[in-house]
């Protein structure tokens, strides 16, 4: 499905050079990069925690839902797709890096004593990298000619490729 995906993004958007590279390079790399995804303790994970799935109550309690992705993996995959998919670029490049250090604090807090704290910034990096497969198999359902799914689209590889660029992820492929 990327690899198709790919076929239209590439005929129908401008994409940048960076884009250009690494998408023809990602279409082969994604069986491993899914099996560097499941190494080391895998935890529940939503499969598409991103703000559209999320409300806060009146009595601002936390609500997620939508839970039609649900699976196994690296307990960075979602807030790896919640940070490169739900936030501005300039938002993303600010918080990042404390957003990563609070999970961990979570983590902690909540009994997890063995915290690697490098082989989840790498797993954490590798699951942003991965990020670049629902941009493009989501283009290949859409009529990228009608503007809200162009513009969709479109947010989704600017702030894949602001992860891309900071997170030196073309070094992961």
Known sequence: MFAEGWEKVKRELELSPGMLKIGEKFAPAIGGLMSSLMDGVTT?????????????TKNNEFILYDFQLIGTGSGAYDLAYFLTQSLTPEDASKYERELFERWLEGLRANGVTDIDRDRL??????????????????SRGMDLNEPRSRALVETMNSRFERAFDELDLAKLI
Not at 44 to 53: M, S, T, V, Y
Request: with cysteine; proline share 3%.
């Open 121 to 138: 910034w790498l797993q954490y990096r590798g699951t942003a990298l991965f990020c670049l497969v629902y941009p493009v198999v989501a």
């Open 44 to 56: 529940l994970a939503h499969g598409d925690f991103r703000a559209d799935n999320m409300m806060f």
